[in-house]
Every structure is written in C-alpha cells, then in structure tokens.
C-alpha cells in the first residue's frame, strides 16, 4: 500500500529515446493520489530542476492561484499563470512505468542522461546529478545521498564531457 507522498531518493537514467523510469514508490504514489497514472512534469520555478506530480497537486496549484488573484485580470496574474501552468507537460506512465521525457524540458534544466530523484511530499524534484552536487541550496542528507549513490556506481563528482 502505496503512503501517498513522494519520499526517498533515487539515481535512474534515461535512453536514447528520451524514456526515463519513474521510481516504482513514485509511481505508486501517483496512483494513490490520483487513482490515475497521469502525471505532470514542470520546470522549478525556483531551482534548476523539473518538478513532477499529480493531477491532484495540479489543481491544488490551480486552487492556489485561483486564491492570490480573486478573479482579477492583471499582468501579474498572467504572468503567475503562464508560470506555473505554460511548460508543465502532462504524460502518460507507460505500463514498463516511464515516461517520455520532453526533450524541451530536459534543455530547460540541463539534463543530460540520468535524473536525481528526490521526493518532497506532495510532488518531486528531477535534477540532473551534477548541477545538484553545485547547488548552492541542496540539502544535506540528500547531497550525501547523491554522493554515496555516485559512487557506488562509480561515477565522477565532476561533469563528465560531452
């Protein structure tokens, strides 16, 4: 049974054709919250990182929205909306549990062919591994995490070249 939140990090990567497996704990808790397997893929709009969720956090941002501008037509409500809604994909996970990564949105946040998990309760990070261990706001247990993830595969700490 599925806790119905995102927890717990994880190191996965994604293939040439832009297929990323989505942790079986996070695919559980979309279907926990959503009785669905749709999910939601954003850019952060406050770290370099995708965010992923539910269509039950989708209207929970909606909601909130909704609230901080009270019907009102301004410049900063578009730019509010056009912020949180405008480049959010919602996908599919497939019955192998991935997901087609837009290829657009992995550009946006610099990802390149692994993704660093990390939950945060009612959605999670995606973040290309090597711009986490240089993020100045990474937490530390989860920069630990990463560290210890990495070299148990025995990848660098330093980006490898293109």
């Not at 279907?31 to 269509?55: K, M, N, Q």
């Not at 929205?65 to 730019?79: F, G, P, W």
């Amino acid at each position: 049974m599925s806790k119905g939140f995102f927890s717990n990090c994880f190191l996965n990567g994604i293939d040439g054709k832009n297929r990323l497996s989505i942790p079986s704990d996070y695919r559980a808790a979309v279907t926990a919250r959503s009785g669905t397997r749709d999910l939601v893929i954003a850019p952060s709009r406050i770290a370099p990182c995708l965010l992923g969720y539910d269509e039950t956090f989708s209207a929970q941002l909606k909601a909130e929205h909704d609230a901080r501008h009270a019907n009102q037509v301004s410049r900063e409500r578009d730019r509010d909306a056009t912020g949180i809604f405008g480049v959010a994909a919602p996908l599919t996970i497939d019955d192998a549990g991935r997901i087609v990564l837009p290829s657009m949105l992995k550009k946006m946040r610099g990802i390149g062919s692994l993704v660093w998990f990390i939950g945060a309760g009612d959605f999670f990070q995606a973040w290309d591994p090597w711009t986490y261990l240089g993020f100045e706001d990474a937490d530390p247990g989860v920069l630990e995490a990463l560290e210890f993830t990495m070299d148990e595969r025995g990848l660098p700490r330093e980006r490898p070249a293109a």
